[in-house]
């Protein structure tokens, strides 16, 4: 009868030998730093491939950080600027808020007026609003103006074109106040003339 030896395994020779088999896979697979360079490599070209795509096609919410480049306004008298222009009145005219508003409130307490239309060329000429940024890609449109009878509310729809930005997209912010200032005036003063009025008819009362 034969018997065959008992080999007995020790704690350092099962750690040696997992030490062996880890070596082993190691070896045959990618290194540590292959794999940490081909994932930056995928990063990189995922990356730039979305910013060339986003460069090209950008989301609309993103042309507010990154505007798209836009060219200087056009020569005013040249019969393609003449188009654009009549092109923007047809759309001022189709205006949702302009359509319901006119159908909504009283056609007799209510008047349309174009300001600066009745000014003569001469004095626009040296009238910012009026002349000097008049044109498209800047003031394309006289401005539309639906105002009460008695003055004490208006309506004041204004294009603004890209020619008139502080940065590119951006509407420089001094003309939205000079803008307001010009519109707002219409029914200030006038509330400021019947402000007087009372007043003085107070002052006779008393």
Not at 17 to 31: C, D, N
Not at 93 to 113: F, G, M, S, V
Not at 130 to 148: D, E, I
Not at 163 to 182: F, K, N, S
Request: some cysteine.
């Amino acid at each position: 009868m034969f018997t065959t030896p008992v080999r007995r395994i020790t704690p350092r020779a099962v750690g040696s030998r997992r030490f062996l088999a880890s070596a082993s896979s190691t070896s045959s697979g990618p290194s540590r730093g292959l794999r940490t360079l081909r994932f930056f490599a995928l990063a990189a070209t995922l990356g730039s491939t979305a910013y060339t795509v986003g460069a090209f096609y950008p989301p609309p919410l993103l042309t507010y950080i990154a505007p798209r480049t836009a060219p200087p306004p056009p020569d005013p008298d040249h019969p393609e600027s003449q188009a654009y222009v009549a092109a923007l009145e047809g759309q001022l005219q189709k205006l949702p808020i302009l359509l319901k508003h006119r159908e909504d409130e009283d056609p007799k307490a209510w008047y349309e007026t174009r300001p600066y239309g009745s000014i003569p060329e001469d004095r626009r000429a040296n009238n910012l609003t009026a002349g000097a940024l008049r044109g498209p890609g800047r003031l394309a449109l006289l401005p539309f103006v639906r105002a009460r009878v008695d003055e004490s509310e208006a309506l004041v729809i204004v294009h603004v074109g890209r020619g008139l930005c502080g940065h590119d997209g951006i509407v420089h912010g001094g003309l939205l106040a000079t803008l307001l200032d010009e519109t707002l005036a219409r029914t200030v003063s006038t509330l400021f003339v019947y402000t007087v009025q009372c007043y003085m008819l107070s002052i006779r009362l008393c």
